[in-house]
């Protein structure tokens, strides 16, 4: 979410800018909203995997098993508890919850995006929330982003970024990040100035699981799908693609292609 930031960014003690996603109820509720198992099945395939905590994966430093263990109860598909969670912050049909989600497209899947968030936008009507679908390029909202003029936003992301820039980018403030409008967390700002002060594999390690922990608790992001690289070729005319991975949602290397001689 673009949401949940500093008023004044080099004085934390001003606080918050005023958006009903500064309360973790409305940021609870509307994760718990979302049926990720119908997305996966009807939209992906089934071949998503459901992530616990953004950035984070069992094949990655710092994973916590007790994020899957509790996902269902935080995070999992229950309707009736979401409209409860935005009840019980002062919501209702005579007073909905409005927010706004950009529907442009989004680099690393194939062409169902907006799929994916026209149905989230259906998941989250359903629990009473106002949703406006905003459409706009990346370009665009970057530099809306930029200015701070986006407080009660979301935009799906998709990335092929390690742990460190992930964190970087969307957690931090005060460390030279590209970006000061997500949400703040005094504790993740901490922990990413002690990441960055050592080179420890085991302390790393550590340090990820406590950003993970403090992801996970206060709904920092919502998660959805760690997705897999998929290649299809046509061996008629493809011989073999040395290929390194997914680099940020997107193709590359095409140079290593060689074609069938």
């Known amino acids: 979410p673009y949401c949940c930031f500093l008023v004044d960014v080099k004085d934390p003690s001003k606080g918050l800018v005023d958006t009903p996603l500064n309360d973790l109820r409305v940021r609870q509720a509307l994760t718990k909203a979302i049926n990720r198992d119908e997305l996966n099945r009807t939209l992906l395939g089934g071949k998503g995997e459901i992530m616990s905590v953004p950035h984070f994966h069992p094949s990655r430093p710092g994973w916590n098993p007790e994020w899957q263990a509790r996902f269902q109860d935080q995070n999992g598909y229950d309707l009736a508890k979401a409209k409860a969670l935005l009840s019980e912050a002062g919501y209702s049909a ?6 706004n989600l950009f529907a442009q497209s ?5 062409g169902g995006e907006t799929d994916i968030l026209e149905a989230i936008a259906g998941y989250w009507r359903a629990a009473g929330v106002n949703v406006s679908l905003l459409q706009m390029d990346a370009s665009a909202i970057s530099n809306l982003s930029r200015q701070r003029t986006l407080n009660n936003h979301f935009r799906m992301r998709v990335t092929g970024s390690t742990q460190y820039r992930a964190m970087w980018s969307f957690h931090t403030y005060s460390h030279g990040a590209p970006n000061s409008t997500y949400v703040y967390n005094a504790e993740m700002e901490a922990l990413f100035g002690q990441l960055k002060s050592t080179l420890d594999d ?3 390690a550590e340090i990820y699981r406590k950003m993970g922990d403090a992801s996970f608790k206060n709904f920092l992001e919502i998660p959805l799908f760690w997705l897999p690289v998929e290649v299809v070729v046509n ?7 040395v290929f390194p991975g997914s680099i940020s949602g997107i193709w590359s290397h095409l140079e290593n292609v060689k074609a069938v001689r």
Request: net charge negative; aromatic share 10%.
């Open 106 to 110: 989004t680099g690393g899947i194939a």
């Open 235 to 241: 061996p008629q005319f493809v011989d073999d693609y």
């Open 94 to 99: 005579a007073n909905p919850v409005s927010t």
């Open 202 to 204: 085991q302390k790393q």
